[in-house]
């Protein structure tokens, strides 16, 4: 039963977003060396504060979205291999205000630790304040910051149990937490 509803919540997300929400949110199993952690890919055009808002206000399987956390090359390399973005895509990195330029003062919304990093070459470089994180996958999935109101097409929400949910509502609702 409890399936059912999620395939009728899904349905009616394909079909309202104005974006396109690309199948259900997959897990990477720690049978796989994953984490267990599901991943969900947005399409639309968004912000990363807008994405960043509501990326925490999705609940899947009972556990709490944000905006996708990369802390090791596996985790990269799952990423896309098995979430399909085709042009620079959203996830939770973001450099502090006034933090020493180019590169001091980044995080995950998280706050898990900030140690792997996969940077472009020339990046990060600070164009037009640039301050929150793309990868491209394109380029094998490196980094690049950007403006956090450039309106991208790709968003990578991550869902796992240690996430504190500022406020929880269905993934169905999806749809208006994105417009
Ligand atoms: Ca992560
Ligand atoms: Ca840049």
Same mark, same amino acid.
């Given at each position: 039963?409890?399936? #059912?509803?999620?395939?009728?919540?899904?349905?009616?997300?394909?079909?309202?977003?104005?974006?396109?929400? !690309?199948?259900?949110?997959?897990?990477?199993?720690?049978?796989?060396?994953?984490?267990?952690?599901?991943?969900?890919?947005?399409? *639309?055009? #968004? $912000?990363?504060?807008d994405?960043?808002?509501?990326? @925490?206000?999705?609940?899947?399987?009972?556990l709490?979205?944000?905006?996708?956390?990369?802390? $090791?090359?596996?985790?990269?390399?799952?990423? !896309?291999?098995?979430?399909?973005?085709?042009?620079?895509?959203? #996830?939770?990195?973001? @450099?502090? @205000?006034?933090?020493?330029?180019?590169?001091?003062?980044?995080?995950?919304?998280?706050?898990?630790?900030?140690?792997?990093?996969?940077?472009?070459?020339? @990046?990060?470089?600070?164009?037009?304040?640039?301050?929150?994180?793309?990868? +491209?996958?394109?380029?094998? *999935? +490196?980094?690049?910051?950007?403006?956090a109101?450039l309106? +991208?097409?790709?968003? !990578? #929400?991550?869902?796992?149990?240690?996430?504190?949910?500022?406020?929880?509502? $269905?993934? $169905?609702?999806?749809?208006? !937490?994105?417009r």
């Amino acid at each position: 039963m409890r399936r #059912i509803r999620w395939w009728l919540a899904a349905a009616l997300v394909l079909i309202c977003i104005p974006g396109l929400a !690309l199948g259900f949110p997959k897990q990477w199993p720690a049978g796989e060396g994953g984490n267990d952690h599901y991943y969900f890919v947005y399409v *639309g055009e #968004i $912000s990363w504060t807008d994405a960043d808002d509501a990326a @925490q206000t999705l609940v899947w399987q009972g556990l709490t979205g944000y905006l996708a956390t990369i802390t $090791s090359p596996e985790e990269q390399a799952w990423i !896309l291999e098995n979430m399909v973005t085709m042009g620079d895509t959203w #996830i939770g990195g973001y @450099q502090v @205000q006034g933090a020493e330029e180019p590169d001091g003062g980044w995080r995950w919304v998280t706050d898990e630790a900030w140690q792997y990093t996969n940077w472009a070459d020339g @990046q990060p470089d600070n164009d037009a304040e640039a301050n929150r994180l793309v990868y +491209m996958p394109e380029m094998d *999935g +490196m980094w690049a910051d950007v403006p956090a109101d450039l309106l +991208m097409n790709y968003t !990578l #929400i991550e869902f796992d149990d240690d996430a504190v949910a500022t406020e929880v509502t $269905s993934f $169905s609702a999806v749809k208006a !937490l994105y417009r």
